[in-house]
């Protein structure tokens, strides 16, 4: 083995064609994004069969870009990672066939990657001293996971959603205010115009779940509120709504995640996935954590959203621990976290 393990990594799960170089699991050589966003937006959200059609036209394109600017080639690398799950099962089955069809041809190594792993890694791309032990909240659209991550590839899930994701419900409350789709960007933005005390929204507790979340109540207390203005034929402020709807969001993930952190003792804490990169999230975990002396760790947006640099650390961790994958390797939708 060189000294530099580098790795090839592929991720397909969603919405997102992507591909990278990462060099020993920290150093993004190239991090090639094709995004579907703005065919999805027709539609109001993701169309799962359109997906699978764009990554299969785009896949070979964002690799070849992805090795052009890492000034890489197939045969320099050491080893192909993929995401296997979870995720939509026929947008996982181009990463993954496309992955396989080329660690056969080229000879190489094939390792599987988590997809919320991929989120949590995402951390080390950006803050070389990060190492676990660490707590994570992993805030994306479909999962909301408090996780201690006791190792690499170690993982002891603390306490999850138990009906809506995070940013489902940005994307649902988007479409309900009519701000469309992606929903978390936009209700972001509107929330910057609106007065975020304007509207009590629910702060839901899980009674017998100290660490769970539920998303549900607030969602539709929004829903509640619209229709109840739309009866009285009342205007209501989209603004506020969004500004009051994020705080709201905020004030529970930061109270669930830092009450863990405190009863847990734990010394860094991490937040990560597509709902990481809310501004107004991330200054109230900053806060949080330097209130109670807790290092606060985060990645820039591009590594929050979906992208496939942090299938490549994942990669490299896994690559070095010796997992690899067989050549039978298969797209599991629903993968979770610490499963093979
Ligand atoms: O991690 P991600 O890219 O994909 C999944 O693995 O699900 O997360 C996508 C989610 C979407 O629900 C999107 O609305 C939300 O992340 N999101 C945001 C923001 N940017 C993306 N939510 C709040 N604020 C944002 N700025
Ligand atoms: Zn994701």
Redesign the pocket.
């Known amino acids: 083995m060189s000294e530099e393990v580098k790795i090839l990594a592929i991720e397909s799960?969603?919405d997102e064609t992507a591909a990278s170089v990462v060099v020993n699991g920290r150093k993004v050589l190239s991090n090639v994004i094709s995004s579907q966003i703005a065919l999805h937006t027709l539609y109001g959200g993701v169309v799962p069969e359109i997906a699978s059609r764009k990554h299969i036209e785009r896949i070979n394109q964002v690799i070849e870009e992805a090795l052009l600017q890492a000034n890489t080639t197939l045969e320099e690398v050491d080893a192909i990672a993929v995401t296997y799950g979870p995720g939509l099962v026929g947008a996982l089955l181009v990463g993954v066939a496309e992955a396989k069809a080329l660690a056969y041809g080229a000879g190489k190594p094939l390792v599987g990657v988590h997809?919320i792993e991929g989120?949590i890694c995402a951390n080390y791309i950006e803050n070389l001293d990060l190492e676990p032990p660490f707590m994570c909240l992993v805030i994306?659209?479909?999962?909301t996971h408090l996780v201690n991550v006791t190792g690499y590839g170690a993982y002891e899930i603390l306490g999850r959603t138990r009906d809506d994701a995070a940013?489902?419900a940005?994307?649902k409350v988007a479409r309900a205010i009519g701000l469309g789709y992606?929903?978390?960007?936009k209700?972001?933005a509107k929330a910057k115009e609106g007065d975020p005390q304007a509207i009590a929204f629910p702060r839901a507790k899980v009674a017998d779940g100290p660490y769970d979340f539920s998303f549900s109540g607030l969602k539709s207390a929004v829903l509640n509120y619209i229709n109840g203005c739309r009866m009285k034929d009342e205007p209501y402020n989209e603004a506020d709504i969004a500004a009051s709807f994020q705080q709201a969001v905020s004030d529970v993930l930061v109270e669930h995640a830092m009450r863990a952190a405190e009863e847990h003792g734990v010394k860094k804490f991490a937040i990560a996935?597509?709902?990481a990169?809310?501004q107004t999230l991330r200054k109230a975990f900053e806060e949080a954590c330097k209130e109670k002396g807790i290092a606060f760790y985060h990645p820039s947006p591009i590594f929050?959203?979906?992208n496939a640099a942090m299938i490549g650390v994942v990669g490299y961790y896994e690559y070095i621990a010796g997992v690899r994958s067989g050549l039978d390797l298969n797209a599991i939708p629903n993968l979770k976290l610490g499963e093979r």
């Open positions: 799960s969603c997809h989120h994306s659209g479909g999962h940013g489902e940005f994307d992606p929903g978390g960007p209700i972001e996935g597509g709902v990169s809310n929050c959203t979906d």
